[in-house]
């Protein structure tokens, strides 16, 4: 599978300890995005990156997680002190440089997170 | 404020029926709407793009700026057709930032 992949699949933490994620995009795509996905909603945005540059992020991202992507390439999710309403999938998607047209974002299987 | 409406949860239909998802959006721009659908155990994919009024695995989607409305429809829905769809709507920016849905799980029945 050449696609985008997010590791690990599944997390089950206790509450209070960091977790940590991991998304590796397609490999030409420049731009790369996280979404937090509940229980029956949608996919939320949370944060966008071009090359290693974070350009945006939801106010949904509280002061404990944090996101990075220092190369341009991979990109981590880290939540600290862990609470039980982080518990959700989270989302990676990619997509390649486009110009004017907003291109295809492509997601990877997403990584579920469970907060006891 | 941008949003995007999917009134229906759950929508349960025959085999050959006709299918309609529902989907509304608010934004006060200039609106790029998309079907995205999550098969059973795979990952969610781009079904559909309004820009492209291309017929994807004989779904259909007009925008209707009128009604704020981008429908997804099927004349003759398949088994196969059973999944999760999620209207989405990009909020202008030049990048992927999709508000999406909270979707419809669609069940085609034998």
């Known amino acids: 599978d050449t696609g985008v992949s997010q590791n690990p699949r599944h997390k089950i933490t206790k509450r209070g300890q960091n977790v940590t994620f991991r998304c590796d995009p397609i490999s030409e795509h420049n731009r790369l995005y996280w979404y937090r996905q509940t229980l029956g909603q949608g996919p939320e945005f949370l944060t966008y990156?071009?090359?290693?540059?974070?350009?945006?992020k939801s106010r949904l991202l509280s002061d404990r997680f944090s996101a990075e992507r220092p190369k341009g390439s991979f990109s981590t999710l880290e939540i600290q002190r862990t609470e039980q309403g982080d518990s959700a999938m989270y989302l990676c998607?990619?997509?390649?440089?486009?110009?004017?047209?907003?291109?295809?974002?492509?997601f990877g299987q997403g990584t579920r997170l469970t907060v006891v | 404020a941008q949003r995007v409406t999917q009134p229906e949860k759950l929508l349960s239909v025959f085999k050959g029926a006709p299918v309609e998802l529902k989907c509304n959006y608010s934004?006060?721009?200039?609106?790029?709407l998309f079907w995205y659908v999550q098969y059973s155990r795979q990952r969610l994919q781009l079904l559909l793009r309004h820009i492209s009024r291309e017929s994807i695995k004989g779904f259909t989607a007009d925008l209707n700026k009128g009604e704020t409305s981008f429908h997804l429809k099927k004349p003759f829905a398949q088994e196969e057709d059973s999944a999760m769809y999620y209207c989405a709507l990009v909020v202008s920016g030049g990048y992927n930032k999709l508000i999406f849905g909270a979707g419809t799980r669609l069940a085609v029945h034998p």
């Open positions: 990156f071009q090359n290693e540059a974070q350009l945006e």
């Open positions: 934004y006060s721009g200039s609106p790029e």
């Open positions: 998607a990619s997509s390649p440089p486009g110009g004017t047209m907003n291109t295809e974002a492509f």
